[in-house]
């Protein structure tokens, strides 16, 4: 079944360590995006890709890194800058051919990252 | 600039009641689209329903309706006959769809928490 998967489901951090969360689609979509959502708040975009090579900062980018070397990949790394990393992590994913607008996104099952 | 608001935070109904969940947005774009998703506890968000700024016309699908209004930037979500399944977080989002816009980025309100008590 085609979908997008998250790794890991849970996942806790010393302060000042970097962690890398996972994102895979095989829906052959072309956008990824990493949206972060905190408790009564939505979800906030942190970061984007429109295609393989190519990423933007989204409204929350800053202590984030991310990197699009595959079209099916679009890992987020939370660095040591990340003041407030705890946290629910959702990947996401659109088609984004030309011909196609406002087109649904698929989400993942998101990561709850607690700093301990 | 884009935003949602979803002035309901939580919502509590009795199994069978109907209820409606608010949403209302601003945006400068004449086109545009808008979005229903659903969060269970498991926390993944699934996609209920997608409407776009020319199409006002309400849709429903089985126990869930939505009432689109483009005059007052509203598009309602009612669910009829509650069920306890039906207990999630419930958002409400927006996409741009105008030249130069990042296709496919949602802009989200709060969310409602919906419970169903049986």
């Known amino acids: 079944d085609g979908g997008i998967t998250q790794s890991p489901k849970y996942l806790f951090r010393k302060e000042g360590q970097n962690v890398t969360l996972s994102c895979e689609q095989n829906l052959n979509h072309d956008a990824m995006y990493w949206y972060r959502q905190d408790p009564g708040q939505g979800l906030r975009l942190i970061y984007y890709?429109?295609?393989?090579?190519?990423?933007q900062k989204g409204d929350i980018a800053e202590g984030y890194s991310v990197s699009r070397e595959k079209k099916e990949s679009f890992p987020l790394t939370v660095t040591s800058a990340q003041k407030n990393p705890t946290a629910f992590y959702l990947c996401a994913s659109t088609v984004q051919n030309r011909g196609i607008r406002g087109t649904e996104a698929f989400f993942g099952q998101g990561t709850r990252l607690t700093v301990v | 600039a884009q935003k949602v608001t979803q002035a309901q935070t939580e919502i509590s109904v009795v199994e069978k009641e109907d209820v409606t969940l608010d949403c209302v947005y601003e945006?400068?774009?004449?086109?545009?689209?808008l979005f229903w998703y659903k969060q269970p506890p498991s926390g993944e968000l699934v996609f209920l329903i997608r409407?776009?700024?020319?199409?006002?016309q309400n849709e429903i699908s089985g126990r869930y309706s939505w009432n689109f209004q483009k005059s007052t930037s509203s598009f309602n979500f009612t669910i009829t006959a509650s069920q306890v399944v039906d207990s999630a977080v419930y958002f409400c989002?927006?996409?741009?769809?105008?030249?130069?816009?990042?296709?496919?980025?949602?802009?989200f309100g709060r969310g409602t928490q919906l419970t169903v008590w049986p």
């Open positions: 989002a927006l996409s741009e769809a105008r030249r130069g816009s990042t296709l496919g980025r949602l802009y």
């Open positions: 945006t400068r774009d004449t086109t545009y689209y």
């Open positions: 890709s429109q295609i393989v090579n190519d990423f």
């Open positions: 409407r776009n700024s020319f199409d006002e």
